[in-house]
């Protein structure tokens, strides 16, 4: 096959599945509005003549929004289709089919235009479908359906009032899951978990409407499905509050239908009209609060992006301060090293025997594995993968951090002692995150007990205890700095805010933002030397566990 012919296959390829696409699109909205029109046509008044409820407006918005025109044209089909079933003439009936279609398309290019998100990230989505598909697919919808039942008439306002009440309706129910649906990304737990809540919400809507109970008490108990959606909103999101709203719906519309339930009461306009502003008021308030969950978890989200942005470039600020005490622990090993590989040369020249050399050889191996351990340490200090929690001992990750401080303090020649508690602290945590926060203070430290006069002075010490009254895991970190001067520690922790020349005001703040994301606190105060006394608390795993098992 030559070029020019692969390439006429490809192209007829993506034609054919394009057409077939579009197809498939024109034939779903088709059959979608068809099946549910005509069980909506059991919901018709008798004067005007014309369904109280009606789901061309939100089927035509929410599949020409996903679809594009070819779901527009389906849907004008269908409603010629269903106005033609209930005895409209064929001239309006394909008047209110092409209503329908333009009604969708011109309702889909704008939200479109006005950057609507289908899956509903932000509250301003879920007004934004509110306002377009009730103010404008509805509206035109609405006018096309009354100028075909009363005309320019005087009935025309109380015919368009019910129309557009049931296009309103039909877009409020139907609207949000066809457009919040996607491909499934839920594991299999919490699809049964979904699929319990949604048949809970329906037989809990049957029990209150089938008839069992006395008026009163159904009406006070059709409200009690609220905390069900509202649950259901702050678990799941728009695609599941849409199917389960849209649900209990349909059970409480047929029971309406049927003369029962607590909407059931005069004439077949009136309940269902009671009954339509119920389910306005649920499906509204469960949309924007599915909305308000996600756009708080996008947030959440978002901030704890920034804060492993700002740790990582404390890291990297940490790490160049300490450069010159890393460079110089790593030249020593490297250094013997060239020593002893020197020095093993020259026993190879001179005939030595092979066990004579041997041992210089060992000596350059457990060097370059030094200088590998601190290369090791420092990476390990700078990688990327935040936020993974491990079940960790608080005094190893504090010897960890004083391990990649030790060369600078070697260097500056300030004392850096440890006194570790003997028992094991056990936290669930981030090892990186916690290894930072110790580094930070110690450097803190260091910077702060260059201000004493006399160099046997200078000293820094850390501490480890556990609490055993608050079940929390303690590390301390003490200098013989001046320490903290009392206009200072009001704002001691916040961004950006530094009491020392060169200092990039992040140490502290991204200190206590760590500490505070692992659910513990730091405090600052005077040590007893006269110093600063940094401490830091972390629940320990302990009682971590305990409160899952609660």
């Known amino acids: 096959m030559t070029d020019r012919e692969a390439t006429i296959t490809t192209t007829a390829a993506i034609g054919g599945a394009r057409l077939a696409w579009m197809a498939g699109a024109a034939a779903v909205s088709f059959a979608l509005l068809v099946l549910l029109g005509l069980a909506a046509l059991q919901f018709t008044a008798a004067q005007p003549p014309v369904p109280l409820i009606w789901p061309a407006a939100g089927i035509t918005l929410a599949l020409s929004f996903r679809c594009g025109w070819p779901a527009a044209l389906g849907a004008a089909l269908g409603a010629t289709v269903l106005h033609g079933a209930i005895g409209t003439p064929i001239w309006p009936a394909l008047g209110l089919g092409l209503a329908t279609g333009v009604a969708g398309i011109a309702s889909a290019a704008t939200l479109r235009r006005l950057h609507f998100d289908p899956t509903f990230r932000r509250v301003r989505d879920a007004i934004l479908l509110l306002a377009v598909g009730g103010g404008l697919t509805a509206v035109l919808s609405a006018v096309g359906g009354a100028m075909v039942v009363a005309g320019l008439t005087p009935d025309f306002a109380a015919t368009f009032g019910l129309c557009w009440i049931a296009d309103?309706?039909?877009?409020?129910?139907?609207?949000?899951?066809?457009?919040?649906?996607?491909?499934?990304?839920?594991?299999?737990?919490?699809?049964?978990?979904?699929?319990?809540?949604?048949?809970?919400?329906?037989?809990?809507?049957?029990?209150?409407?089938?008839?069992?109970?006395?008026?009163?008490?159904?009406?006070?108990?059709?409200?009690?499905?609220?905390?069900?959606?509202?649950?259901?909103?702050?678990?799941?999101?728009?695609?599941?509050?849409?199917?389960?709203?849209?649900?209990?719906?349909?059970?409480?519309?047929?029971?309406?239908?049927?003369?029962?339930?607590?909407?059931?009461?005069?004439?077949?306009?009136?309940?269902?009209?009671?009954?339509?502003?119920?389910?306005?008021?649920l499906g509204v308030t469960g949309l924007v609060l599915a909305a308000a969950r996600t756009e708080r978890d996008a947030a959440d989200e978002q901030a704890r992006e920034h804060l492993r942005t700002l740790a990582r470039a404390g890291r990297i600020n940490a790490m160049s301060s300490m450069a010159a005490g890393i460079a110089h622990e790593v030249n020593q090993p490297l250094s013997a090293v060239n020593s002893y590989a020197h020095a093993a040369q020259r026993m190879l020249r001179d005939g030595r025997a092979p066990e004579e050399i041997a041992d210089t050889l060992e000596r350059v191996v457990k060097g370059n594995e030094r200088a590998a351990a601190i290369v090791r340490r420092v990476r390990t200090f700078l990688r990327t993968g935040d936020g993974e929690r491990a079940r960790a001992d608080l005094n190893t990750l504090a010897c960890e951090a004083i391990e990649l401080t030790v060369p600078e303090y070697r260097r500056q020649r300030v004392s850096l002692t440890s006194d570790r508690t003997s028992r094991v602290l056990m936290v669930d945590v981030d090892p990186?995150?916690?290894?930072?926060?110790?580094?930070?203070?110690?450097?803190?430290?260091?910077?702060?007990?260059?201000?004493?006069?006399?160099?046997?002075?200078?000293?820094?010490?850390?501490?480890?205890?556990?609490?055993?009254?608050?079940?929390?895991?303690?590390?301390?970190?003490?200098?013989?700095?001046?320490?903290?001067?009392?206009?200072?520690?009001?704002?001691?922790?916040?961004?950006?805010?530094?009491?020392?020349?060169?200092?990039?005001?992040?140490?502290?703040?991204?200190?206590?933002?760590?500490?505070?994301?692992?659910?513990?606190?730091?405090?600052?105060?005077?040590?007893?030397?006269?110093?600063?006394?940094?401490?830091?608390?972390?629940?320990?795993?302990?009682?971590?566990?305990?409160?899952?098992?609660?």
């Open 168 to 281: 309103a309706m039909g877009m409020i129910l139907l609207a949000p899951p066809l457009l919040a649906m996607r491909a499934p990304r839920m594991s299999t737990r919490e699809v049964l978990e979904a699929t319990s809540w949604v048949l809970a919400g329906v037989l809990f809507v049957y029990w209150v409407y089938a008839g069992g109970l006395s008026s009163p008490i159904a009406l006070a108990s059709s409200y009690a499905v609220f905390p069900l959606v509202l649950a259901v909103a702050l678990r799941f999101g728009a695609a599941i509050t849409g199917i389960t709203v849209a649900s209990v719906a349909a059970v409480a519309l047929l029971c309406t239908g049927l003369d029962k339930g607590p909407f059931a009461q005069t004439s077949m306009v009136a309940n269902l009209l009671s009954l339509h502003a119920h389910l306005a008021m």
């Open 432 to 550: 990186v995150a916690i290894r930072q926060v110790v580094v930070n203070l110690l450097q803190n430290a260091l910077d702060a007990v260059h201000e004493a006069p006399d160099e046997r002075l200078r000293w820094v010490r850390v501490k480890t205890r556990a609490i055993d009254e608050s079940h929390e895991a303690e590390l301390m970190v003490e200098d013989s700095g001046p320490g903290l001067p009392a206009e200072e520690r009001h704002h001691l922790f916040e961004p950006l805010v530094t009491g020392r020349s060169g200092g990039t005001g992040l140490g502290l703040a991204i200190v206590r933002s760590l500490v505070e994301a692992h659910g513990g606190r730091v405090e600052a105060g005077d040590a007893e030397g006269g110093g600063a006394l940094f401490r830091i608390r972390i629940p320990s795993a302990a009682k971590s566990t305990n409160k899952e098992a609660a």
